[in-house]
Every structure is written in C-alpha cells, then in structure tokens.
Nanobody
Framework: QVQLVESGGGLAQPGGSLSLSCAAS????????MGWYRQAPGKQRELAAT???????NYVDSVKGRFTISRDNAKNTVYLQMNSLQPEDTAVYFC?????????WGRGTQVTVSS
C-alpha cells in the first residue's frame, strides 16, 4: 500500500512563504504524476500543481508564478514551494500520486494565511 505523508503546513502572513513536503513510501519514479491538490473551507478540492515523471509541470492559474513543484528522487519526496501567499491560499493541501490505474492521496496538511 502506497503511503504519502505531507508536512510543512502552518500559519503564514500575507506575502509570506511556506514549503510543503510529501514523502512517499515508494520510489517516486513508479508514479506517472505527482501533485498537490487543495481544498478551502466550503469549496471543492482543486488541483494546485502537478509534476510528471518526465518533468513537466502544470499549475492552476491562481498560483502560477508563486508556487513551484519539485522533487528529490533520492529522498522519494515531492515539494511545493509557496511564495507570495494570499489569504485565498488558505486550504488543506493534499499530496497525490498516480500509478495507473490508481491514485493515492495523503491525509493533508493545513495551510492558513492570515495577518
């Protein structure tokens, strides 16, 4: 059973930064895509960023230029660097990993942006 464990959430001020980590129990080369979704209170879960095994990235328009997804293959870890945070970024952030036909999810980490 694949396990994904997120860390790095917390409280940040508007304009601040946070870095999220997602440690996988499997070699991340096995996943076709890894990514981060987020769910704000009262809203549907949405894609924030994805990274394919080939290195292609995709971001939701609202985070482009502010968030960066990356990985460390040796550590089986995917990261989400979040800069210029805004209150609208407040959400629970979930790590995902796609190994066709399955998609695995972490339990999520809370990110709160508030002054």
């Amino acid at each position: 059973q694949v396990q994904l464990v997120e860390s790095g959430g917390g409280l940040a001020q508007p304009g601040g930064s946070l870095s999220l980590s997602c440690a996988a129990s499997e070699n991340i080369f096995r996943f076709s895509t890894m990514g981060w979704y987020r769910q704000a209170p009262g809203k549907q879960r949405e894609l924030a960023a994805t990274l394919t095994s080939g290195g292609s990235t995709n971001y939701v328009d609202s985070v482009k230029g502010r968030f960066t997804i990356s990985r460390d293959n040796a550590k089986n870890t995917v990261y989400l660097q979040m800069n210029s945070l805004q209150p609208e970024d407040t959400a629970v952030y979930f790590c995902t990993a796609r190994m066709i036909p399955y998609t695995y999810w972490g339990r999520g980490t809370q990110v709160t942006v508030s002054s």
